[in-house]
């Protein structure tokens, strides 16, 4: 889901710019001193998973785990893909500096929206309702991040250049939702059975100030 240089319209990569800013600000601010080595943990299997795509025109598809970075860190998500895309862009050259606004968000918009809203649902006592909650916050991170990706480029193209493409970008993230769901799935079974505290980051404490424990069972 790296959209490559050179390709979006300089409204779309501003918009996209500013999202991620103000989507950094906030995940910056939710990131506590013991949610530190878990950022760092998860932006390096990001970093990873997502080096191996498949092209597709302009953009591409490939793993991302947006959804459970999105579980596990909340709005902190934002600074774990940012550095993540960063990183990419700077030493492999995929995606790229002036897209970097708009792959962030893409990616990481979604993630810390879906993780947000199916965490109860993750955390709570019916394990089959868990593993689904845990499907979902997989396979819908990557299905709205390919409508993203797909609306910055048809918003970029003149007169439906890039309609096609659009829609090529988001049938090419439909297997990959399904396979993130999966993935997604199991390791919400394996943390709820020996670290459930790793779903519970104080990172999506509203506010996220002030002293607090880490991977409180409270929070």
């Avoid at 498949?54 to 893909?81: D, E, K, Q, T, W």
Wanted: charged share 10%; proline share 6%.
């Amino acid at each position: 889901m790296h959209i490559s240089e050179g390709v979006l319209s300089a409204p779309v990569l501003l918009t996209g710019a500013a999202l991620t800013l103000a989507g950094l600000a906030a995940g910056l601010k939710a990131v506590k001193d013991e949610d530190t080595p878990k950022a760092a943990v998860l932006s390096a299997v990001f970093f990873t998973a997502s080096l191996i795509h498949v092209n597709i025109g302009p953009s591409s598809a490939h793993l991302i785990l947006s959804g459970l970075i999105g579980l596990m860190m909340g709005r902190a998500a934002f600074p774990v893909i940012f550095f993540g895309l960063l990183l990419q862009g700077i030493l492999f050259g995929f995606g790229g500096l002036t897209t970097l606004g708009v792959n962030t968000f893409t990616m990481a918009g979604p993630a810390a929206l879906f993780g947000t809203l199916l965490r109860p649902g993750v955390n709570g006592r019916n394990p089959a309702a868990a593993s689904v909650s845990g499907f979902m916050c997989g396979a819908l991170p990557v299905l709205l991040s390919g409508l993203l990706a797909g609306a910055a480029l048809y918003f970029s193209g003149e007169q439906g250049q890039y309609v096609a493409l659009a829609w090529a970008v988001v049938a090419g993230n439909l297997p990959v939702a399904v396979i993130e769901g999966i993935v997604c799935m199991f390791c919400v079974s394996f943390f709820r059975k020996v670290r459930p505290d790793l779903l519970k980051s104080a990172a999506f404490a509203p506010g996220a100030a002030g002293p607090s424990p880490a991977f409180s069972p409270a929070d």
